[in-house]
């Protein structure tokens, strides 16, 4: 349609016509501090196995706040952030052959070639040729178009009917809680869990803990307040001093992952899914003799097709995570809702196109 008015217009118009068609609105990062919503590029196909995808409902990640925050100073100046969404093909690569024009897809927050050693052994994460690479070290999705490399392994179809705003909590939050605190921890049936951390990816590991009906999950039948209480000690009286089986640790700070490390039973496991910045003390003077493992792992988004159904099934409702919608061009206002979660009771913000 575009097109056709386009062919007919002067060539001066036709120019006009052609730029408008070739930028368009995204939240670009230039150093700690400073973002703006602004015209760029429209991305365009580079690699035959590239998608372009139209977004249609995105959201903002803790991992943003921490690049806004400069600790990530290798993210360079200029970058489009983001790593989270749902969106509609535009246009495909010619060797992509899973989706075409017009397909609803889940955009993964890691990119994986379906190819290399690590994608082979499952650790999508660690790909040779992606990796988490969007909103990070590739422009992102907290835009109106966003670039797919490896489009066939790296994006999921959607099918028609299905609610997207559940969806949009497949790319990152419910993979991430799941395989990196979930799977990792070993949570069996009976189990008792500690989930350090309230904020999405927290809420996720929790959400999908109850696969395995653990007997205790505090954070969810014992909500503890650790500026308020004494979390050790709360713990330690609601487990017969024990400890809990497995302490997921959802924060990415020194001293939540040292409450892991004092809050875990014999035999337990530490699974951390926090993006750690400090280094931490390990209390080995305490932990040599108790049996206890400890993982860390950045999400392969092997489990996705899995969850996928759990979702569509209403299994678990991940929906439920939506705290705030803003329309895609409020973007700032959505950052600014996020940075201040305590204040705005924030856990995720959708924004919509
Ligand atoms: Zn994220
Ligand atoms: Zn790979």
Not at 152 to 159: A, C, E, G, R
Request: include cysteine; charged fraction near 25%; charge should be neutral.
């Amino acid at each position: 349609m575009e097109d056709l008015i386009i062919d007919k217009a002067s060539p001066a118009t036709r120019t006009i016509a052609a730029v408008k068609k070739s930028t368009m609105k995204a939240l670009v990062y230039y150093a700690p501090g400073k973002k703006s919503w602004q015209e760029q590029p429209k991305p365009v196909i580079k690699e035959t196995t590239d998608a372009v995808v139209k977004i249609l409902k995105t959201t903002i990640c803790g991992t943003d706040l921490h690049i806004m925050k400069g600790d990530m100073p290798e993210v360079a100046s200029g970058r489009i952030l983001g790593h989270e969404g749902v969106g509609i093909i535009e246009e495909v690569g010619s060797s992509v052959s899973n989706f075409k024009k017009g397909d609803h897809v889940i955009i993964s927050c890691v990119t994986s070639c379906g190819k290399c050693s690590f994608c082979k052994k499952g650790m999508y994460s660690h790909c040779e040729n992606g990796g988490w690479i969007l909103g990070y070290m590739i422009d992102g999705c907290q835009a109106e178009y966003v670039r797919i490399p490896y489009a066939d392994n790296s994006l999921y179809p959607i099918p028609a009917g299905a609610d997207e705003e559940a969806l949009v909590m497949l790319s990152d939050i419910l993979p991430t809680g799941f395989e990196c605190g979930v799977l990792n921890g070993q949570v069996k049936p009976g189990d008792t869990i500690a989930i350090v951390g309230a904020g999405p990816v927290g809420m996720a590991a929790l959400l999908t803990s109850q696969f395995y009906t653990p007997a205790e999950t505090f954070g969810a039948t014992h909500i503890i307040n650790s500026a308020k209480e004494n979390a050790i000690e709360k713990i330690k009286s609601l487990t017969d001093g024990k400890g809990v089986d497995t302490a997921i640790e959802a924060v990415g700070l020194p001293a939540t992952f040292e409450l892991c490390e004092e809050i875990i039973a014999a035999g337990g496991h530490i699974a951390n899914i926090g993006v750690h910045g400090k280094s931490v003390v390990l209390h080995l003077e305490k932990l040599w003799d108790r049996n206890i493992s400890i993982t860390t792992r950045l999400v392969d988004t092997v489990t996705t097709p899995m969850l996928f159904k759990t979702v569509q099934s209403k299994r678990i409702e991940p929906k439920k995570l939506i705290t705030h919608r803003f329309k895609l061009d409020e973007m700032i206002k959505a950052y600014d809702t996020f940075e201040h979660a305590a204040r705005e009771k924030a856990l995720k913000v959708l924004l919509e196109n």
